[in-house]
């Protein structure tokens, strides 16, 4: 299969470029009989949605999604899902400048490459905004896993270098950054502040964590659960770096020390993030992507125009200052396609 | 499709356990007319094999590959390859106590929780020896790439906290850990000495360089070929942190710092790690991976039996004292799984 | 994966209800560059829509397409190509009757049995209307295999039990059953005028015809081209057989009858329907599907409902008569959708 | 993926050449707990061995399989299970003549054309000794589906035109045909014995009854389980038409006469041969396929050589008349196969 299509049994197929008509997604698998309404992926598409402070854009992005098949009287009918959103405010002709150089950082290099042939108006296929579609094909597998009592949940532990001290949950609520820690929220505010007024960028890192999974979950040896959610978390235009529990820290440490020893009550540790030789332990499943920054700065920048001859850029338009927070739809989109899969995947196979 | 094969158009299925009758790989799509030996795969079978210093188990694993099908005179025949190794020297016996208990860090738990049942005799499908296979499998895929010029080559430079310091290439072969800094190479051997005595583990970290690669291979949106990578190799069972280029410090880094910027010559920098937007740039495509200690330690451990009564236990036999360097050619295997793959599906869907 | 989507390199995945908002259809893998307007779709679309004759329905059934993603200055991007047909007329409460029920022949008593839960809607997903958006989809497969000089034609060689005598490839464009025999036409319209009086439905045989298909396409063992045409268009919800070349005449056949023989100017016949161990050799490709008559007839039928009552049941509304000539269009999608995807396939695994 | 692996959940891969040192056959997917041992599969394989009279071939296949991994304790364990089945008696020298030469209604031209070289060795994986890894594969899907009460049984309604009349069950057990009508059974021995004396072979047509299937299996649109059944069959080597229920004859039907209606008791009869809009209704499953004659004839046949010259060619050894009955547990296993992957899909999507 080429490449749009995520899934084996819950399965995401996504379309839509940047500034073309739509963007969509299909799900196919989705089990029947699940109560599902347009709420249920607005919601999650609003938390996508660009906010009003140093970190958002101040473009105009109102994705509102249409249910167009798939669901009858308020429950999934087993046969597949088509969502759609329709694009607004595409002002094209405000990319022509790009449609002959390469700006880097951006996919415009490679998807010359590859195709021959690119659709340059905002990015087309590469642009972030494609996320939209994955996150409310995530919102329909969210609602799903809910269901099970599986809640997954992404906040910020460290932007632009900043890192988490303290963990305080209500926090995740008050800050539009989600991070769990107020006073590095406010730090990373006037990093990002600072950031905009240079014209540059920052990345970061966001922790994924999910309750209540079962134990049993992934399909060894090459479809094990940290595998294919390192694949799915790997897959966002953004991320460079993918951990699972301890993560790098687990290079560092002894095996006396990284081992999870188990007693009655459960694991005592969870340096494994909840996976074990690639299937659900039980333990909160515990994941984490470092973001790089936004590639579209306002600086000038050396580039390369399609004959090769080099260009000096600077790259229009208002953009955000960091893909955090609305990267964190995002991550839980991915996450939530990955274990509703896997979910369906162990009731097929499970010993009767 | 169940998880024990991997790849789209160049396909490998593996097949076995530890203490069974034989471990096995089929590669199905690989082109015909390629010149394939049992030479060819046996040299990267016996890079796998356990070395004679500390980090090696005393463990003997004659590995010999044998070739029963898709090869005729020498030439690859565009049917299936079936690769076969035969396992020797297995004590199930010395496995017993392991019938009704979960070593920690191992996949016993979860196996059982999975599947109901387990094959206990050394890990079953769950041991390290089932990368065997993937070495087998992979080597076909290195000799695919190698003709058209892709090498991937992958090294330590992390061992029990110790890193790298300079680069020298030639070092690769002369110290057994495959690290191309001898000072750190001499310091890496006695912290697994030291170790060893403590009957403990130690954890590092491999990176992974594939040059001659060419623009253009990658799926958008999921199947990039960075999500692919990260994928695969976090699918090897020591594996808890995959990065991709600058990685995790692309997230400290500004936009104007990350980007790679680009001249008539080229990238001027290879932060993207040879892909962007999901696909090959063209530049080397760099990879890291963090590896956890081995879980098997010569140490009593806390842990339960199946009916979650609490369990003191003390792992048997001899144990490699860390994956370095054994993995190497493991990582290896993945990479090049993963771009045979996407050179033959770019091949399908390219321009003409 | 679930069924709503075919192929493994140009991959048609389909949405839609019959009386819900809209059907579509999203190909990814089709190859950039191709020159694809609405036109090329379009077209497919109305030689399904219904005629005015005997045969036809008369419902009014205005099926538009729209292009939403993956084309861009009149050329495919390599992405995925989305389109869409909006629902009109969809008059749902004529269907409410049938709630509770289970038409003969329909899918309602499946699907329910299956799902647990139906959009009874003019059949929903079940519906015949569904392959609008395999037509669609085709129509793309078309255009692709056209610029290779792959040309796909259906007719009808037999109706209501009147088969064809004589070929007369200009009689196809002469009447509204795409028969090519003009005398056998005119009987065939006289039996479904007859049925239709008679308030019952009729059968029908349609042969595929492809020319200009290269030798080499299929992938044994499993994915034979044969099998994978026997299953696409035992797949259309009307087929009840599937032939390929001597179909099942070849079993009253001795071998010496049989075989094709070979001289220099190649096949001397085509037994094989241009198909042999699975493999095309670049002879024409001969199939014939046997279509059953439409279930929906307008005479009283014993049936049960959803409580396995007794009832007796009319169908409401105005129907075909047959599926010929509207089936022909589907029946050359889904063949075309075969061949653009063995095609593909064959680009990549070939010997260079 | 390539062709030689078939099902999404139930996965059966397949390799090995008819003169090579093996067949083997790969189990992804089998649920665990399974009872299995070499005796489930071994009884099938013989089932396909060549028999003593008037149709067998006089070579020896003594087909003895070996389970390599997957199953411990008498039981499967969830993981891959790997079968071999040793070829012998392999005279590679005797199949020299052919390495040049295309035999007519054989894979030798196609195969050629299509991977541009060819393991000419008896057929090498175009050869219907493949099928044996099949049987191997469908008899561990057998088992798993006799666990829930599906029994699936295929038997001779045809053979060198000679059709069966009467349906007596006991008579399969009598005569080598797996034929149900003892007068039918003894013309066809004659009609056997005739066409070998003539050097010449015969074709014929099996019938799959399947009973005990459970109603919802199927995944419609694409994945039907009658598109499945045809595609799966059709992908038998031998195999020229297939029929699911009235077959042909629904064409030539009217609705009324076809339409199967329904009472509190059930179908009242069963044109649908057990599916409706490509889901089982739970009654019986019914398929035919039509077997071509063996293109091995003992005469002298036109057909040219890889350069294209002419050439007449006789084909050498001893070889079946008909691939009746040998072809019996073959359209049992393909049809195995089906239904197994289809009873975990549904598992997988059931409304809960």
């Known amino acids: ?9 819950f399965v995401l197929t996504t379309w839509g470029e940047s500034h ?14 699940l109560e599902l309404g347009i709420k249920d992926i607005q919601e999650e598409l609003d938390r996508r949605s660009p906010g009003k402070g140093a970190g958002g854009t101040s473009r105009v992005e109102e ?12 429950k999934t009918t087993g046969t597949p899902i088509s969502l759609i959103i329709r694009n607004k405010d595409q002002k094209s002709a405000d990319y022509d400048y790009l449609a002959d150089v390469y700006r880097p950082g951006h996919g415009d290099f490679t998807y010359d490459r590859k195709y021959g042939i690119r659709d340059h108006r905002g990015g087309g296929r590469a642009s972030g905004r494609e996320t939209a579609a994955r996150v409310a094909g995530g919102a329909v597998a969210k609602k799903l896993l809910l269901g099970e009592g599986i809640i997954i949940r992404a906040f910020t532990i460290e932007l632009g270098g900043i890192g988490i001290v303290g963990f305080d949950e209500a926090a995740l609520e008050e800050n539009r950054l989600c991070c769990p820690d107020r006073e590095a929220a406010k730090k990373m505010e006037e990093a990002l502040a600072s950031a905009r007024a240079e014209g540059d960028t920052l990345g970061g890192v966001v922790e994924i964590n ?7 979950l992934g399909e060894p040896v090459f479809d094990r659960i940290d595998a294919d959610l390192a694949g799915s978390l790997m897959g966002i235009g953004t991320v460079k770096a ?4 301890a993560g790098l820290m687990a290079a560092r440490m ?10 009655p009550e459960g694991f005592r540790t969870n340096n494994a993030g909840g996976v074990i030789a690639g299937i659900t332990t ?18 000038p920048q050396d580039t390369v125009d399609r004959r090769g001859e080099p260009v000096t850029i600077t790259v229009k338009g208002r953009h955000d200052v960091c893909v955090i927070p609305r ?12 274990l509703a899969d896997h979910l369906l995947m162990q009731r097929a196979i499970k010993r009767r």
């Open 1 to 9: 299969m080429p490449g749009n299509s995520r899934g084996k049994l």
């Open 20 to 33: 073309g008509e739509a963007l969509g997604a299909v799900i196919d698998g989705c089990p029947p009989g």
């Open 63 to 74: 994705d509102q999604v249409e249910i167009l098949s798939g669901v009858f009287e308020g």
């Open 210 to 216: 999910v309750s209540g999974c079962p134990s049993g």
């Open 242 to 245: 993918v951990e699972i529990g």
């Open 254 to 263: 002894k095996g006396s020390e990284s081992n999870d020893s188990m007693g």
């Open 282 to 299: 039980g333990a909160d499943i515990v994941a984490r992507v470092a973001c790089k920054p936004i590639p579209s700065i306002a600086r």
């Open 327 to 338: 990267i964190i739809p995002v991550c839980e989109a991915m996450t939530a396609l990955v």
